[in-house]
């Protein structure tokens, strides 16, 4: 049995041992109160807790004592708490990897090979460094990725937001004028006036069922069929497909060259690499790639069955294999491919904003239109033109 699978096992051992559920059969909504009553630590935690690590332990600091120093410094009490737990773990005969796997709904799998594959080459500092570079790598993608959609949505409730506030507040009042004369009105006023005045007389229904409305499409994608729906429509939906496929991509590949550079085994790095794809199609292609490699087959040839990855990837992938120079060309792969990512939000937002400027202003032009027409067709027929 692999290290991962040996990992997992022992993970769901002590979550059934517990008396608890596993990870996978944890409900959205129990996930939610998890952590609204643990507030366990968050990504940037683990970072600056692996880069005060690193730093101890090159200069010569024990890791229970260098442990045991970081504990007294976290405020959190269940990170405090985990890390004393590691320590005493370490005290009590374990090795570090094993007393990480303890804690497998902290620690990714990633990790917890990385540190394993150190313990056995006795490179744990230079590991524990290698692992901050990558968490930087992560956390700095994920905040790439986030503010490239804070604008857009920004924009987008402003939008919402104005034109709700003409609908219910100020249309209304302007359309007692036209009262008794809506045989005169044109369409697009008609309209307005239907959803004004629905918008005014059920507003105690339309805000409540639009929250109603987000929480069950966040449900839905929760579920196996919306998660697996959610997952194929990101990839199919124009400007963001792009950005999806780019971070998916750079995430998988340069997971593959950190624990491959790290001296973990191609299978359970593989299999990693398909736990933190991010998407089922992703993760669906890196097991049918595992299962072909357990097989004899080689990764260049697995992947290019599959057009999920680029076809000049595959092919530098298997120049790779055939010089012996795997790790690096996943690493240079993984690089392009993260300024790619920066190079492709920075296209789609510049794209994004101006079109919900767009989208805002045909809103609210509309509004204007359909009140002012009427207006100008009244006054014609008072005048007599």
């Not at 996930?31 to 609204?36: D, G, H, R």
């Not at 730093?55 to 024990?62: D, F």
């Not at 009042?173 to 918008?199: D, Q």
Request: aromatic share 8%; glycine share 6%; charged share 20%.
């Amino acid at each position: 049995m692999s290290l991962l699978e040996r990992t997992i096992a022992q993970s769901d051992q002590t979550t059934q041992s517990q008396g608890g559920p596993s990870r996978s059969e944890q409900s959205p909504l129990e996930k939610i109160l998890k952590f609204s009553i643990e507030s366990g630590p968050s990504r940037k935690d683990i970072l600056n807790f692996t880069n005060q690590l690193a730093v101890m332990v090159r200069a010569g600091i024990s890791l229970q004592d260098a442990l045991e120093s970081i504990g007294d410094q976290v405020q959190k009490k269940k990170w405090k708490s985990v890390l004393l737990d590691l320590k005493e773990r370490i005290e009590g005969g374990e090795s570090f990897s094993q007393a990480l796997a303890e804690h497998s709904d902290i620690f990714s799998d990633l990790y917890i090979n990385m540190v394993a594959a150190a313990e056995l080459s006795g490179s744990l500092s230079t590991m524990l460094q290698q692992l901050v570079e990558y968490l930087d790598q992560e956390a700095e993608t994920r905040s790439n990725v986030i503010s490239a959609m804070v604008y857009p949505m920004i924009i987008a409730v402003m939008a919402i937001s104005a034109t709700t506030f003409l609908l219910v507040f100020v249309l209304p009042r302007f359309l007692k004028v036209f009262a008794g004369k809506e045989h005169m009105l044109p369409t697009p006023t008609k309209i307005i006036m239907a959803v004004s005045g629905f918008m005014h007389d059920y507003w105690f229904f339309v805000f409540p069922g639009i929250i109603a409305a987000c929480g069950a499409f966040w449900y839905f994608i929760h579920t196996p069929f919306g998660h697996e729906w959610w997952d194929r429509t990101k990839l199919k939906i124009p400007l963001i497909k792009t950005v999806c496929r780019c971070l998916y991509i750079t995430r998988g590949l340069h997971t593959m060259g950190v624990l491959t550079n790290a001296g973990v085994p191609i299978l359970d790095t593989i299999a990693i690499t398909a736990r933190i794809s991010g998407n089922l199609l992703y993760e669906r292609m890196w097991k049918g790639v595992h299962e072909e490699v357990r097989q004899g087959k080689k990764i260049a040839p697995s992947l290019s069955s599959y057009e999920l990855m680029p076809g000049g990837v595959v092919q530098m992938i298997s120049s790779g294999e055939e010089s012996g120079t795997l790790a690096d060309v996943l690493r240079d792969i993984s690089e392009f491919y993260a300024r790619e990512l920066k190079t492709v939000i920075k296209a789609v937002t510049s794209m994004i904003e101006p079109l919900m400027i767009v989208v805002m202003g045909v809103l609210v032009g509309f509004i204007a239109m359909s009140i002012i027409l009427p207006i100008f067709k009244m006054s014609s027929l008072a005048t007599g033109h």
